[in-house]
């Protein structure tokens, strides 16, 4: 590689690094800042007459909860700040957990989290799930091993239930002084992922005659396997969270060695591992396409298609806007991704799911091509060989990073600017 080229590489590596590290060090002050206190009324399911709650200075660390004659009716207590380490699928969550007067847990609730909004849904309903812990003391919760209680989390939403679950136990060891890093997962999903990335390195770079053949029975298996099975997809709701909270590579370390595979190897090689291999989605596309009739296939105009193409990266800077200001918008409803998990899929993922495989036999890739901001950044550190160059979308990605720059460095006046002074 010669020495421009190598630059530039190094150029667009560096941008999205400083980007991500912007969004960590954004959203690290905002947590500071915005410290969420329990309110009485978090409180009354468990409790109906809880009047008060009082702050226990003990090791432990929690709220004694009041009737309005100052009897202790129970005790309640949160994992955030001790378990802000604990990554779910794409952020940490803030869970409370309520206890009797003899401390027996009664059960918990998700306060808050960064996590996607469906998979907290999924944990909050699951009925099994939510009575993990209840009947059991402090001590037996903080003793707790997960995995030898067999304590598998829930279908669908297994990274945000086994984070939460880990930020139990986690918080109630804080309590005891036993506080030691959650263990990391290594499971059979772990290793299901570690095989897809090396069979799609391999049919990536290999030349032997049958690859194509290859390529397609990989292809059902990518879709059955990593799609429908494990809604193991790359996604912004991900790599957005991630960039927030931290990487959770204790919780997810195969889904870690996937993204990792997804963005050094075309930024090394060229060869884009997971759009060309590993994307069920893409895979799914590319099937559709293959077994349309010919005639069927409708060429976009010039001028739309070029219009078209700016999307996915007008949906990248979309994305950082939601990440970096306060904005309510669920990012898995931006992309078709969330669709494999079909039970916890969102209205807007499952729409756009649906048309992005309708559309597939007449424009083939037709998402790939005009909607997918992940496509976009994927594409965006891949090397282009020799005839690389210092592009329209490098320079869109040095606006992008000075708008997340000055978003994080005059973030009070911007809050105040669009939503009000803070109260
Ligand atoms: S462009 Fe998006 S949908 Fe297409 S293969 Fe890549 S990540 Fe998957």
């Given at each position: 590689?010669?020495?421009?080229?190598?630059l530039l590489q190094l150029y667009r590596l560096s941008v999205l690094l400083a980007a991500a590290w912007l969004i960590r060090a954004h959203?690290?002050?905002?947590?500071?800042?915005?410290?969420?206190?329990?309110?009485?009324?978090?409180?009354?399911?468990?409790?109906?007459?809880?009047?008060?709650?009082?702050?226990?200075?003990?090791?432990?660390?929690?709220?004694?909860?009041?009737?309005?004659?100052?009897?202790?009716?129970?005790?309640?207590?949160?994992?955030?700040?001790?378990?802000?380490?604990?990554?779910?699928?794409?952020?940490?969550?803030?869970?409370?957990?309520?206890?009797?007067?003899?401390?027996?847990?009664?059960?918990?609730?998700?306060?808050?989290?960064?996590?996607?909004?469906?998979?907290?849904?999924?944990?909050?309903?699951?009925?099994?799930?939510?009575?993990?812990?209840?009947?059991?003391?402090?001590?037996?919760?903080?003793?707790?091993?997960?995995?030898?209680?067999?304590?598998?989390?829930?279908?669908?939403?297994?990274?945000?239930?086994?984070?939460?679950?880990?930020?139990?136990?986690?918080?109630?060891?804080?309590?005891?002084?036993?506080?030691?890093?959650?263990?990391?997962?290594?499971?059979?999903?772990?290793?299901?992922?570690?095989?897809?990335?090396?069979?799609?390195?391999?049919?990536?770079?290999?030349?032997?005659?049958?690859?194509?053949?290859?390529?397609?029975?990989?292809?059902?298996?990518?879709?059955?396997?990593?799609?429908?099975?494990?809604?193991?997809?790359?996604?912004?709701?991900?790599l957005a969270?991630w960039a927030k909270?931290g990487i959770?590579?204790?919780?997810?370390?195969?889904?870690?060695?996937?993204t990792a595979?997804a963005l050094v190897?075309?930024w090394?090689?060229?060869?884009?591992?997971?759009?060309?291999?590993?994307?069920?989605?893409?895979?799914?596309?590319?099937?559709?396409?293959?077994?349309?009739?010919?005639?069927?296939?409708?060429?976009?105009?010039?001028?739309?298609?070029?219009?078209?193409?700016?999307?996915?990266?007008?949906?990248?800077?979309?994305?950082l806007?939601?990440?970096?200001?306060?904005?309510?918008?669920?990012?898995?409803?931006?992309?078709?991704?969330?669709?494999?998990?079909?039970?916890?899929?969102?209205?807007?993922?499952?729409?756009?799911?649906?048309?992005?495989?309708?559309?597939?036999?007449?424009?083939?890739?037709?998402?790939?091509?005009?909607?997918?901001?992940?496509?976009?950044l994927l594409?965006f550190v891949?090397?282009?060989?020799?005839?690389?160059?210092?592009?329209?979308?490098d320079?869109?990605a040095a606006?992008l990073l000075l708008?997340a720059f000055?978003?994080q460095?005059?973030?009070?006046?911007?809050?105040?600017?669009?939503?009000?002074?803070?109260?």
């Open positions: 590689m010669n020495t421009r080229l190598a959203h690290a002050r905002l947590r500071a800042e915005g410290d969420r206190p329990v309110s009485v009324d978090e409180v009354r399911g468990w409790f109906t007459n809880a009047h008060a709650l009082r702050l226990d200075v003990a090791q432990r660390g929690g709220f004694f909860v009041e009737d309005d004659a100052g009897r202790a009716l129970g005790y309640v207590v949160r994992t955030l700040p001790y378990a802000d380490k604990i990554i779910g699928y794409c952020g940490v969550s803030d869970t409370l957990v309520a206890l009797d007067p003899g401390l027996r847990v009664l059960g918990f609730t998700i306060r808050w989290s960064e996590d996607t909004k469906t998979h907290v849904g999924d944990v909050l309903t699951d009925r099994h799930f939510k009575k993990t812990w209840n009947g059991k003391t402090w001590e037996e919760v903080a003793a707790m091993d997960l995995k030898q209680a067999g304590v598998e989390g829930v279908s669908g939403a297994t990274m945000t239930s086994l984070a939460v679950a880990e930020g139990v136990v986690h918080r109630f060891r804080a309590a005891q002084g036993e506080l030691r890093p959650p263990p990391v997962r290594l499971g059979t999903r772990d290793f299901g992922l570690l095989l897809a990335v090396v069979l799609g390195g391999w049919l990536t770079f290999t030349r032997q005659p049958g690859r194509e053949r290859w390529r397609r029975w990989f292809h059902w298996a990518v879709i059955a396997y990593l799609g429908f099975l494990n809604g193991d997809l790359l996604a912004q709701s991900l969270g909270s959770a590579w204790r919780i997810a370390p195969g889904l870690v060695l996937l595979a190897v075309p090394v090689t060229r060869r884009p591992i997971y759009c060309q291999q590993l994307c069920p989605h893409g895979a799914l596309q590319e099937a559709l396409a293959r077994h349309a009739p010919g005639h069927w296939r409708w060429r976009v105009p010039v001028a739309l298609d070029r219009a078209l193409r700016w999307l996915p990266s007008a949906l990248l800077a979309f994305v806007l939601v990440v970096m200001l306060p904005l309510d918008f669920d990012l898995a409803g931006l992309e078709p991704f969330d669709a494999y998990v079909i039970r916890s899929a969102g209205a807007a993922t499952l729409s756009l799911a649906v048309a992005s495989l309708l559309i597939a036999p007449f424009v083939p890739k037709a998402y790939c091509k005009y909607g997918c901001p992940t496509g976009a594409e891949r090397g282009r060989g020799l005839s690389d160059r210092f592009a329209a979308r320079a869109a606006g708008l000055v978003l460095r005059y973030h009070t006046t911007w809050h105040a600017l669009l939503f009000g002074p803070a109260a």
